[in-house]
């Protein structure tokens, strides 16, 4: 069983910065999948981003076009950590985020992730 922890979330001003961390444990996840996704009040859970695992020491990674060019994700490996470097927040980035992972997964549809962390509140003042 993989457990997932995020931190790191917090109330910020338009077009500042915050990094979410999400600590997993009960398994090493090199070989997993992993991604962020989101979800606002009233709305559904939203696709932020995911790093799949290629082979070896190879990662691709997928973004939401909302998100291009402003969030950045990254994993520790030898931290058995997923990260989410957020710059230029909009208050339209307001949401709960969540960490998930999952082995072949289909980046956008987070029913084929199959671990989820509790969530990170990150709420973006105008």
């Known amino acids: 069983q993989v457990q997932l922890v995020e931190s790191g979330g917090g109330l910020v001003q338009a077009g500042g910065s915050l990094r979410l961390s999400c600590a997993a444990s009960?398994?090493?996840?090199?070989?997993?999948?992993m991604g962020w996704f989101r979800q606002a009040p009233g709305k559904e859970r939203e696709f932020v981003a995911a790093?799949?695992?290629?082979?070896?020491?190879?990662?691709?990674?997928n973004y939401a076009d909302s998100v291009k060019g402003r969030f950045t994700i990254s994993r520790d490996n030898a931290k058995n950590a997923l990260f989410l470097q957020m710059i230029s927040l909009k208050p339209e980035d307001t949401a709960v985020y969540f960490c998930?992972?999952?082995?072949?997964?289909?980046?956008?549809?987070?029913?084929?992730?199959?671990?989820w962390g509790q969530g990170t509140q990150v709420t973006v003042s105008s």
């Open positions: 998930a992972a999952g082995v072949g997964i289909v980046p956008a549809t987070p029913t084929t992730y199959n671990y």
């Open positions: 009960g398994r090493t996840l090199t070989r997993y999948d």
């Open positions: 790093i799949r695992w290629i082979g070896g020491t190879i990662y691709n990674v």
